[in-house]
């Protein structure tokens, strides 16, 4: 059971430069989120997705663009690489129901250097 | 905005000294939860508080929710090497349903 797993785990870009970073997860839950960590600042919520075919902004959505065209896919774009984007990038997932968000299940991360 | 505070930011022990970790919501919270993430790795959760004033425990570790369900924190009692890395607490907003993670609580154990 691989449970979230991230692709790529390491990237160099350039400025301007355009990626994606996949997230697929076997577990079937229906909420997936894309999170940045910088040093200090915790974890910070980038775009989240309720269910196939929907996406929300979460706290910092600026520079990134999102897609859940499957239950079990979650995809992060960069359009244009910028120097401030560089980061380590989370992809978590998480069941829905109950009281509040439900414990999410997180990815080893993609560590994301824009030259 | 909605913010959730940590604190402290960094904590250095001994090895058999106790940790505590605070978290403050500026919000009530619908629930509180507490990860923790090893150096280089990701967050894994440990442990979900619902109900006002709640208590569990996890061998060493003992975590709390307020009564009035605006703060929480994360004892940790005899730290051992393996207790080394960066704890983070996560609440759901009542008001908005959003989740809001502290900023983290990054625990050195000197052996």
């Known amino acids: 059971n691989a449970g979230v797993t991230q692709t790529p785990k390491f990237r160099v870009l350039k400025t301007g430069q355009s990626m994606t970073l996949l997230c697929a997860q076997d577990m079937n839950h229906e909420y997936m989120y894309w999170y940045r960590q910088d040093p200090g600042m915790g974890l910070r919520l980038i775009h989240y997705?309720?269910?196939?075919?929907?996406?929300a902004k979460g706290e910092v959505p600026d520079g990134y663009n999102v897609s859940r065209l499957k239950k079990q896919n979650f995809l992060l774009g960069l359009e244009s690489a910028a120097p401030s984007q560089t980061s380590v990038y989370f992809c978590a997932s998480s069941y829905v129901g109950g009281q509040g968000y439900r414990p999410q299940h997180f990815g080893d991360g993609t560590r994301l250097s824009i030259l | 905005g909605q913010q959730v505070m940590q604190i402290p930011q960094y904590q250095h022990v001994q090895e058999g000294e106790d940790f505590t970790t605070y978290c403050n919501s500026s919000?009530?919270?619908?629930?509180i939860q507490w990860y923790k993430q090893r150096p280089g790795g990701h967050p894994v959760f440990l442990i979900q508080?619902?109900?006002?004033?709640e208590v569990k425990k996890q061998k060493r570790l003992t975590f709390q929710f307020g009564e009035a369900k605006k703060n929480s924190s994360l004892h940790i009692t005899a730290t051992q090497t393996t207790d080394v890395g960066t704890y983070f607490c996560?609440?759901?907003?009542?008001?908005?349903?959003?989740?809001?993670f502290g900023q983290g609580t990054t625990l050195q154990v000197k052996p």
């Open positions: 919000t009530t919270l619908s629930n």
């Open positions: 508080l619902v109900k006002s004033g």
């Open positions: 997705s309720v269910g196939e075919g929907t996406t």
């Open positions: 996560a609440g759901t907003a009542s008001n908005t349903g959003k989740l809001i």
